[in-house]
């Protein structure tokens, strides 16, 4: 079965520093991977995702992500945070057996310092 | 586009009682709705799987009897929480999705607070 690592549960950071939220995942084929943002007592929002093509993948915010094979992995980055940054990020697999069911990690928490 | 609602946002019941959430799509047609649980510093915990006009399909360890799920139109399911007790109070938050297959995209709601007392 799938399965999504994202092994850091806290982040800080000073605003305007560059950030990179890893995630790892395990999936036995080319897998659909996303990553959400959550604020405070919010649902989930849609950052990007990753269904085939260019490995490097543009989001919303200034997020990207760049999805690596051969590492399994699917790490956000963004240039420059801003303190509205400041959220839980998700990294998700899109689970098997069909149904759009999607297997999230456990979550990072980002928290910018101004 | 894709919006999603949830109603309440907050709710507070009574041990014994039930309490129903809705989840509604607002600018498009829900073929699969999602249900997930989330807990203080965890992750999303998936529920149930809804698709319109059918039963829905519960993940292991999810009482059906107890998280009762109805997904009457392309637009509405509800979430009922028969007989709450305190360990039930959480976060509930639904999705949507105007595919069946072949995406995983889906669109999420802002989530209810159920605090049972």
């Known amino acids: 079965a799938q399965s999504v690592t994202q092994p850091d549960i806290h982040i800080t950071v000073s605003e305007g520093a560059s950030l990179e939220l890893r995630c790892n995942y395990s999936?036995?084929?080319?897998?659909?991977l996303f990553w959400y943002v959550q604020s405070p007592g919010q649902g989930l929002q849609l950052l990007l995702k990753y269904f085939s093509g260019d490995t490097l993948v543009q989001g919303i915010k200034g997020f990207e992500a760049e999805f690596k094979r051969s590492q399994s992995s699917f790490n956000l980055r963004k240039p420059s945070v801003h303190w509205s940054d400041a959220a839980e990020y998700f990294c998700a697999v899109g689970a098997t057996g069909g149904g759009n069911k999607l297997t999230f990690g456990t979550g990072t928490q980002l928290k910018v310092e101004l | 586009g894709a919006v999603v609602s949830q109603h309440p946002s907050r709710v507070i019941c009574k041990s014994g009682t039930s309490v129903k959430i809705e989840c509604r799509s607002l600018d498009f047609q829900a073929t699969t709705m999602f249900w997930y649980r989330q807990f203080p510093k965890k992750s999303l915990m998936l529920m149930a799987t809804?698709?319109?006009?059918?039963?829905?399909?519960?993940e292991q360890g999810v009482e059906k009897d107890k998280f009762l799920i109805n997904h009457a139109s392309l637009t509405l399911s509800t979430l009922t929480v028969t007989s709450a007790h305190p360990e039930d109070s959480s976060f509930y938050i639904c999705?949507?999705?105007?595919?069946?297959?072949?995406?995983?995209?889906?669109?999420f709601g802002p989530g209810t607070r159920l605090t049972v007392t």
């Open positions: 809804s698709n319109e006009g059918s039963k829905a399909t519960y």
């Open positions: 999936y036995g084929a080319t897998p659909y």
């Open positions: 999705s949507a999705s105007p595919w069946t297959s072949g995406s995983y995209e889906q669109y």
